[in-house]
């Protein structure tokens, strides 16, 4: 049996020690080390989210920052920054002035073009149309000849009539001849008064017959002048339906041509009846309620007239009431049954204020400030004429309101005006030598603008240059947290294309024991000398997230008396 020792030393693997010094030592040692993790801990929290708000920020960096408790990762390339970097720069706007104005109160409708009259021109006899002596389309007179039908047949007949005419016109001669030389015997008491009697009655024999065959010689006149076709109005001409060579009759459909009456033209519309009292009280009054006639499109104006009558009754089924305008169609750009776009002007606003039409977005406006600055100001819009529209707000004549860039700017943002005329010439110019619209409405007034100083050539070269670099933006990625590159050990997964300015944002690593040495299943951190492994492909996340290790704790102060 061993006998033990009774020395208060004993030895053991780690040298010799005092027996009863061990207990106190160890537990001085265990409190230090919960108190330095309590303090790593600590200070780990507290550098997480400071992290978190240095992301968030979007300062544009080199995609491979500091090493924030791991090895510097390569990082991408980093972008152009965050949308917070353009956040005081100037945005390029038009403007419009606003002003005082006379604003007239419209109607408006959708109209059709009535003729004054209308013709068809058809054949009174039957018979070979010969000659045709109009064009299609052309403007006629009334009276003017328009086509010939073979007059031969007719002719004949009349002038067998007109013989038979002076036929009986000689007998009815001769018989007042003798009628005379009867009544001279008479008064001689030569002869019986009833032989003159009887030749009295064949005076009036032959008078009857001589006026019936004047009649048929007049209706045999009248049916040789229909052999020519004249216009029984003035007006246009439409298609011709008949050609020389057809046999025409009065019983066709279509005639020969027609002629619509178009110098001067109505236009007729449909007002609603909450109009009905204000347009009969002006009517009654006397006053001129002007009309304006537009395309379909609203672009072009295609006259000016006056309203001349209001219809009767309303219909029921619409609650309108038909009106009509006259027009004096001097230019002839107005046709029959044209569909046109109908403007009536039932009042007048004396000295409205006034903005243009593409300033107002939502009942409000973005005023430019003299500090150059932008804000929104609520308004009223009351009635259009044209370009400008009338409102009631916060506005005085004389300042400047958005009209081209609202869709990029908010309360106080920072603007530049642009000419409005620069940006119209550089549309036309585009235009122009392209021969086709190239959708530079899309693009931003500045640009436009400076489109408008270049000849063909550089623009063509700017526009392929602009098209190239914004083809780079989309494949390069949005880089606004590129600045936080390296905070951690995933930060080679910067360089993966559109994330490249994330690059460093993937840090959730566990610090290292002490400096030199690495955690376990984890390669030592390369010295700043060494290659840098080239990027690859991320690796798999993995299911939960490392909790980061304790910083080494210092060695355990030495017992008293080593």
Known sequence: MKRLSSSPFVADAHGVRQRGRVRPALMWGVVALALVAGGGLWWWNKRAPAQGEQASAGAPGPGG???????????GPGGPGGPGAMGAQAQPVSVGVVERRDMRVLISAIGTMNPRATAVVRAKVSGELLRLHFKEGDEVKAGQLLAEIDPRSFQASFNQIQGTLQRDQALLKNAQLDLQRYKELQAQDSIAGQQVDTQAALVRQYQGTVAADQAQADAARLQLSYTRITAPIAGRLGLRQADRGNVVNPSDANGIVTITQVKPIDAVFSVPEAH??????????????PVELWDRDLKQQLGRGRLNAVDNSIDIATGTIKAKAAFDNAEGRLFANQFVNVKLEVDRLEQALTVPTTAVQNNYVYLVQEDGTVTQRRIAVGVTDGDRVSVKGELKPGEQVVVDGIDRLREGAKVTVIEPDKVQKVDQAVQDASGQPRGMRNLPPDVR????????????????KLRAERGGQRNGGSGGSGGNGGSGGNGGNGGNGGNGGNGGNGGNVTAPAAEGSAPAGRSPAPSPGSPQPSPGPAPAAPSAPAAPAAPAAPAAPAPAGR
Do not use: I, S
Not at 65 to 75: D, K, L, N, Q, V
């Open 276 to 289: 009905v009292g204000t347009l009969a009280r002006r009517l009654a009054e006397g006053r001129e309620l």
């Open 449 to 464: 603008a400076k489109l408008a100083t270049m000849n063909p050539d550089e623009r063509k070269a700017y526009l392929q």
């Open 65 to 75: 920052g500091r090493a924030g408790g791991g090895r510097r990762g390569p990082g």
